[in-house]
């Protein structure tokens, strides 16, 4: 499991999660089962349900979590689908509830998948295999302006309608079949070997994958979701990699805490505001230069943890 993918902020989100036994606890992205393994090692008279759209997580998370198979089930579905997914099994609420968003280390470092800059692979980038959209797709079919689009709102790049606008031109004599073809493309724009051109690769990588998985459009939704699906004193905990994520869960957090307006049916001049949770971080926490040390994966990590009133 370590190899598959190293569980980030381990101890912190067992704690927030403080499972108790006969709870029903929800791993939203369960990868490798990492995070899965070190909640039913804390407390083992749990139930869990894990959630991954890649079946390869799926058939990993099997195996890191076979001694506690009789406790255990996994869904392969979208988190967005949670909801759905539990009311079919007919469970109404739940104790606890983790997401750690964003890619595995296996995701990123196996070839085919196309996730990373640094390996020359087909430009994939799905998390679920099944689905249509691939990165290659949308860099040879897309038009310039929403590419550009993509590129700056998902990657925040401030070349992203120079770099657009450079794979539109090329794609016209050779259509875009590898990631070592945009590499290049990029390289073409911001030069080589720079600290300033790995991050634009970066930044253009993270926007094409968040485009390809439609990470943002569904994240919203499912925070809200969750929320609703906690029984009181329930946990959520939220373990974001860059800053377009941190900024949904904070505010899906923030106006679940203030609550929100509620008209009585006595007057409908006196509103009154339902809170939902009840923060348990009012900063996110980050990982410690140990770990980050140990697992360069964590160094971007935002850990937001809150409670259901
Ligand atoms: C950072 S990894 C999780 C690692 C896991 N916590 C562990 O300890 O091994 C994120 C996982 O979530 C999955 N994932 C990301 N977004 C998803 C979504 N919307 N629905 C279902 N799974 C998702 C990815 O396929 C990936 O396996």
Redesign the pocket.
């Known amino acids: ?1 370590r190899d ?2 190293i ?1 980030v902020m381990l101890k912190q989100c067992i704690n927030f999660i403080a499972p108790k036994p006969g709870g029903i606890y929800v ?9 899965s393994l070190g909640l039913l090692e804390s407390c083992p008279d749990i139930h869990l349900i894990g ?4 079946s390869e ?1 799926l058939l990993e998370a099997h195996k890191t979590l076979f001694p506690y198979q009789d406790r255990v089930e996994l869904i392969q ?4 689908r949670m909801r759905t997914e539990l009311a079919f099994r007919q469970i109404k609420t739940v104790s606890g509830i983790l997401f ?5 280390s296996h ?1 990123l470092e196996t070839p085919e998948r196309g996730f990373s800059f640094d390996l020359d692979s087909p430009l994939d980038m799905r ?1 679920d295999q099944s689905s249509d959209l691939t990165a290659e797709i949308v860099l040879n079919e897309l038009s310039q302006k929403a590419l550009t689009r993509i590129f700056y709102d998902y990657g925040e790049e401030l070349n992203a309608s120079r770099i657009a606008g450079k794979i539109v031109k090329i794609r016209e004599e050779q259509p875009f079949k590898t990631t070592g073809d945009l590499v290049k493309v990029i390289e073409s724009v911001v030069g080589k070997g720079t600290k300033a051109s790995l991050k634009t690769k970066a930044r253009i990588f993270q926007a094409l994958r968040i485009y390809v ?1 439609q ?1 943002l459009e ?1 994240l919203e939704q ?1 925070l809200k979701d969750a929320i609703n699906i906690l029984e009181p004193g329930g946990r959520i905990v939220v373990l974001s990699y860059h800053s377009l994520e941190d900024r949904i869960v904070k505010n899906v957090f923030r106006s679940a805490a203030e609550g929100e307006e509620q008209t009585s049916e006595a007057s409908f001049l006196n509103s009154t505001k339902k809170r939902k949770l009840q923060l348990l971080t009012r900063k996110p926490l980050q990982a410690d230069a140990e770990e980050i040390n140990n697992n360069p994966h964590s160094r971007s990590v935002k850990l937001r943890a809150a409670e259901k009133i």
């Open positions: 499991m598959y993918h569980p791993d939203a992205t369960i990868g490798g089962g990492g995070h959630f991954d759209q890649d997580a579905a979208n988190f967005s750690d968003l964003g890619v595995s995701q998390m998985n990470e569904i499912a």
